[in-house]
């Protein structure tokens, strides 16, 4: 009966999610591969990534962003996507680059979707988070959304927090906070590793598998001839933060991420035993929340 009523909250969660305002993938985005594959509808309210035997599809904000809140609606292949990864991320270039992803696993029919989350920062990453989700994200359209201000990167999946890495530069921790990023996202062949260990291959037979994108909504911190260019409001008058800025964690939003979390993570960085016999990383070392 709790997981039921929780799950009600979270749908009524999304409901709200799905009101955010829209970009315009015509105005706002731009293939970066794919020859075609890719393909901006709806008058550039949405965006289709294909893959085939030949190749996936990808593309990239024109914006680069230091720090903001990224939204977008997507409804991953249907069917059997084993083998198929869909990705949607923030990323800066270089070996020291810093990244925020999401990435969606796709499995065989009847098997759902794993989740994947990652942090990089100065090229560091191997911070993942699996989860499984708690409804069909092949049926309708869900809204993924990265919150990055400069103390946190809060993970949400129809407004519902999953994730939160906090800023613990103070202990020796890298966090993402001084290289713009695009945003990314791509749809493409990995079935060397992404269904089951790479157990189970893509069926080509089901190509051309297709992903789609809508709602694309970037609150951010737009970086332009190397000047931050932030929407009006971020900051107020007295310089006090306002908006995603400053945004942490509610004591509710807390606990309903932690509800996600054990109900639906399956795997944690933090309690892997070999990363536990290799050495924890610092910040797992750190309590989740202080109060």
């Known amino acids: 009966m709790k997981t039921a009523v929780a799950l009600g909250v979270l749908a009524a969660m999304a409901c709200l999610a799905a009101v955010a305002q829209a970009g315009n993938f015509l105005q706002d985005a731009e293939m970066t591969w794919g020859d075609g594959r890719g393909k901006v509808v709806d008058g550039g309210r949405g965006l289709d990534l ?90 309708a359209f869900h809204t993924y959304s990265i919150v990055w201000n400069p103390q946190h990167v809060i993970f949400a999946v129809d407004g519902t927090p999953i994730r939160d890495f906090k800023n613990h530069e103070a202990r020796g921790v890298s966090f993402p906070k001084n290289q713009p990023m695009r945003l990314y996202a791509s749809l493409w062949n990995a079935d060397d590793w992404a269904t089951q260990g790479g157990r189970v291959k893509t069926d080509w037979s089901h190509a051309p598998f297709v992903a789609s994108f809508r709602g694309f909504s970037a609150d951010a911190c737009v970086m332009s001839g190397g000047a931050q260019r932030c929407p009006a409001g971020t900051m107020d008058a007295s310089g006090t933060a306002s908006s995603w800025w400053n945004q942490e964690l509610s004591d509710m939003s807390y606990r309903r991420m932690r509800w996600v979390q054990r109900k639906f993570m399956i795997y944690n960085y933090c309690t892997d035993p070999k990363r536990i016999a290799e050495g924890l990383p610092a910040e797992c070392k750190i309590r989740l929340r202080s109060k």
Not at 52 to 66: H, P
Not at 132 to 139: A, E, M
């Open 50 to 139: 294909t893959l085939d035997r030949t190749s996936g599809s990808g593309f990239q904000s024109k914006a680069e962003y230091l720090f903001g809140k990224i939204d977008m609606q997507i409804k991953l292949v249907p069917g059997n996507s084993a083998g198929t990864v869909t990705t949607f991320y923030l990323s800066s270039q270089g070996s020291a680059h810093d990244e925020i992803d999401f990435e969606f696993l796709g499995n065989v029919t009847g098997e759902p979707y794993t989740l994947h989350t990652n942090v990089f920062a100065k090229g560091e990453g191997k911070r993942e988070q699996q989860f499984r989700l708690w409804f069909d994200p092949t049926k």
